[in-house]
């Protein structure tokens, strides 16, 4: 196993890349999907599940984590990985998004933010030294620059001023980090929907040099046809030897689309949150699995699947349990999504690897048009 | 695999049993428990890791799956095995016990007892008729008959009354299960804390013939003192070469002392209820994973226990995620409950066949006694 961090680009379709990102805890297969795992839990999942459905990271974050149970008692503990039972890498987001998303008790200035927690009213602050603290107390193999996720819509000059704020933290982020071997460090492009803005962003993350970049600021709204317009420009800008990681993206749509404009990594909370709503993915689009033309329905989510709720239950079971608010009908619709969501990656790198990535689209597209209702 | 139902006694020690029940289905060794799956779903478990902690018969409750999903509905569906992905036996109450302690709108008669459901207002009846019909419907292995589980305290009147009217059910009750072989049905002594009405029960029951005995009416508020003293004559009362079952039973201690007294079968929420709100048993009594002790303690609920949850979590990680409400906090602490039960029967199985019972008790309270709290 590699004692560093590296990107290790093998095949190329277009604009899409596939890889593996090399680290000490495990390689990284992209276009990588980082199932959420946001209180040290993917929710509803066990870990070994987790990593069975093909996942091969996860995503932490580090506002739940530092507020409950705390970065300290984490590092006490020996460690993110070791509490919550996951030995490959972990992904954390820098708190940045979440503060502000989240806390309405919350104090910004050029040195951080300063808010109160929502579970204690306990006062805490968030800048880039004491982010790049929290995922170093966390362990995180992956961690990233705190920056001001950019609002949507925001006019230029208000993009403009966050952009700059946020790029002087990446610095700030850069310098706290330290030397560590094995240990990565991404950096977060802003600059809204404004391409000088996504490239002067660019440029001075570049300046920096980190080991992998991410695109920031999208799927906060702006929907799918505009975050493609800008990823049809913004991917380009980060440098091709690294990875491009399009931060809270997306459904499986989102996903195609982005991977086909150069993106390698995603994470979203979709297929577990789904899960406990009732909604499947298939390849034959969504399943509200509460509606009542499922009570009586002895067929899986999706024939094709092989998944173990797929593989044993029915959809009038899961019908029932839903409705019944069991316990069980989030664990067998999440496990259900995720496994649909790793199949579909596995897909796209097969896809790259053989260059058919344009077939492999135009047949999910096709296969999601045709609705989920087939004949009993 | 054998095509009847039968028991096979293979040791005894003291009043004690071991043996095991053959079924179509696969064998169940006693003494046994059954952890409870009232809704087609032992709550927050997959049945193969129900299965994994050494279960080889599951409970389902007539009562809640009568109202939803509807008997009907699952036979359509394959009967309630298939439903729920459980190819073991299962055994199914009557209906009777909770129609009486959860529906207030319910009316009585000889006949048996009308009630609205709590879901939708729907008008139902149970019968000893109809009760045979549903348990059928479900393709359950074990049925019970249908009768008055008599509350606590009753007159010698009112207990009187009601086990003659439970008797009366019981020959319904067999008259209207037929002829399946391969399948089992109980009866249930009634009688309350009263001797002379065990023995009348016993013998009314005993004249109808059954594939097995229960003993009910006990665990409804009467102490554990009190139920043991019934227990010191009600089992003896029953036939010797069929299998006994404590309904609604219980404790650790509850179940080892009434396998010192001849029961062969117990059932209970506990395990798994317990594993919702934090509770988790251990050889050395309860852990209340909830409380502040626990924040900070890398050691697993019991050093001892080789469940995946002791295996992998700390009581840190488990007050963690039992406080931020996730529900892998039900699913790990329930699973080492179910596996705690299970080692527990197979601890007794194994004294009881080398005669060492009374040994295994005493080492049983001796643990207990020490508490959960051991050095750090």
Same mark, same amino acid.
């Given at each position: ?7 290790n ?9 596939? !890889? ?5 805890? !495990? ?7 980082? /199932? ?6 993917? *929710? ?15 995503? !932490?974050n580090?506002?739940? @984590? ?10 006490? %503990?020996?460690?993110?990985h ?12 820098s708190? !940045?998004?979440?503060?502000?998303s ?20 306990? *006062?805490?602050? @968030?800048?880039?030294e ?5 995922q170093r ?17 925001a ?25 560590? /071997?094995?240990y990565?460090?991404?950096?977060i ?15 001075? %993350?570049?300046?920096?040099e ?59 909370? %979709? ?18 699995? *509460?509606n ?8 899986? %989510? ?6 173990p709720?797929c593989s044993s239950?029915?959809?009038a ?16 619709i ?11 990656m ?16 135009? $047949? ?7 609705? $989920?209702?087939?004949? @009993?």
């Amino acid at each position: 196993m590699t004692t560093k961090f590296k990107f290790n680009c093998t095949g190329t379709d277009g604009k899409a890349r596939t !890889g593996v990102i090399s680290t000490p805890r !495990g390689d990284i297969r992209t276009p990588a999907f980082m /199932p959420v795992g946001t209180a040290a839990t993917v *929710k509803a999942m066990l870990p070994e599940n987790v990593r069975a459905t093909g996942a091969d990271i996860l995503l !932490g974050n580090t506002y739940h @984590l530092m507020l409950r149970p705390t970065a300290e008692r984490i590092d006490r %503990l020996g460690g993110l990985h070791k509490f919550m039972n996951w030995d490959r890498p972990i992904l954390t987001d820098s708190g !940045g998004f979440q503060v502000m998303s989240l806390n309405e008790l919350r104090k910004m200035s050029e040195d951080g933010v300063t808010f109160k927690s929502h579970i204690d009213g306990s *006062k805490h602050v @968030l800048t880039p030294e004491r982010s790049m603290e929290i995922q170093r107390l966390l362990g995180s193999d992956i961690v990233m620059c705190f920056d001001e996720c950019t609002p949507f819509p925001a006019t230029e000059q208000e993009s403009l001023r966050s952009m700059q704020l946020s790029m002087r933290w990446a610095a700030r982020s850069r310098a706290a980090f330290g030397d560590r /071997p094995g240990y990565a460090l991404f950096g977060i492009q802003q600059g809204s929907v404004f391409r000088d803005q996504r490239a002067e962003s660019a440029e001075a %993350l570049r300046s920096i040099e980190f080991e992998g970049y991410a695109v920031g600021g999208l799927a906060v709204g702006e929907g799918q046809g505009l975050m493609f317009e800008v990823l049809d420009y913004a991917p380009d800008m980060l440098p091709v030897d690294k990875p491009r990681y399009l931060m809270g993206v997306g459904k499986p749509d989102d996903i195609v689309g982005a991977v086909q404009r150069g993106i390698d990594m995603f994470d979203c909370v %979709l297929p577990s949150r789904s899960g406990r709503t009732g909604q499947a993915f298939t390849r034959r689009g969504v399943v509200n699995i *509460k509606n009542a033309r499922h009570i009586d329905d002895p067929r899986p %989510l999706d024939s094709d699947c092989t998944c173990p709720c797929c593989s044993s239950y029915s959809r009038a079971y899961l019908n029932h349990v839903f409705r019944a608010q069991e316990i069980i009908s989030s664990m067998l619709i999440t496990w259900h999504n995720l496994h649909y969501y790793q199949e579909l990656m596995a897909g796209i790198r097969a896809a790259i690897a053989q260059g058919q990535l344009d077939n492999f689209v135009k $047949d999910f597209h096709e296969k999601r048009a045709e609705g $989920d209702i087939e004949p @009993l």
